[in-house]
């Protein structure tokens, strides 16, 4: 069974500060994604990552940044957390393919005051 | 670029059947997914089509793919309070393999 495994279900977090929220699987997975979900919005991507040590920018990669030093870990972090990221991150890994699926971890839910 | 567009919300009576549909841009998406998410859960994978397929049935879910007018739509037979949840409609990206583009997600309320 596939598990993605996020670190925190709920976090808050004051402005400025620096923010680590990190994802496991335990599937092997090439490709690890981060989204944040909003009313409204739907699901945006961050960053992704095909690769250790290999990413690439998402649709809002502002004021974020992710580390991949390991296949299964791939870790989202806010430099200086602003109250705009408030809202709900969510880790997904998929294996390399075209019919492959996203496996998706029960999210973290940041508030920043 | 890639759009998906579902509508928002869709309230039905619980035994009725659920239609929710999607529409997207890209004539060359190969597979497209149907996702759900439960309140306070991530998102699972319900089910796909490959684009060479009009229709795909599983138990009380069926996939209709209309390419001409790219149209999918997921039909739930006999909706029971438990489908009650998020459904993400997706189609991977053509412009990069490795992503999807989604929908704004439909909220499927069933009321008793």
């Known amino acids: 069974d596939v598990k993605v495994t996020q670190s925190s279900r709920y976090l808050v977090k004051r402005t400025g500060e620096k923010v680590f929220l990190e994802c496991v699987q335990d599937?092997?997975?090439?490709?690890m994604f981060w989204y944040r979900q909003d009313p409204g919005l739907g699901l945006r991507l961050i960053y992704f990552?095909?690769?250790?040590?290999?990413?690439e920018k998402g649709d809002i990669p502002e004021g974020y940044s992710v580390s991949r030093e390991k296949k299964e870990r791939f870790s989202l972090i806010l430099e200086s957390a602003s109250t705009n990221q408030t809202s709900m991150y969510l880790c997904?890994?998929?294996?390399?393919?075209?019919?492959?699926?996203?496996?998706f971890g029960q999210g973290t839910r940041l508030t920043v005051v | 670029g890639e759009d998906v567009e579902q509508s928002l919300f869709l309230s039905v009576r619980e035994g009725d059947s659920s239609v929710i549909n999607c529409t997207y841009t890209?004539?060359?998406?190969?597979?497209l997914y149907w996702y759900k998410q439960e309140p306070g859960a991530g998102l699972q994978l319900l089910t796909y089509?490959?684009?060479n397929m009009d229709m795909k049935q599983d138990q009380r879910l069926t996939v209709l793919l209309n390419k001409k007018d790219k149209h999918l739509s997921l039909r739930i037979a006999d909706t029971q309070t438990g489908d009650s949840a998020i459904y993400f409609c997706?189609?991977?990206?053509?412009?990069?393999?490795?992503?999807?583009?989604w929908g704004l997600g439909t909220s499927l309320a069933v009321n008793p």
């Open positions: 997904a890994s998929r294996r390399d393919g075209i019919r492959t699926e996203a496996f």
């Open positions: 599937m092997d997975h090439e490709n």
């Open positions: 990552s095909y690769d250790v040590k290999m990413k």
């Open positions: 890209d004539s060359s998406s190969t597979y």
């Open positions: 089509i490959f684009s």
């Open positions: 997706a189609e991977r990206d053509a412009g990069n393999n490795r992503k999807l583009i």
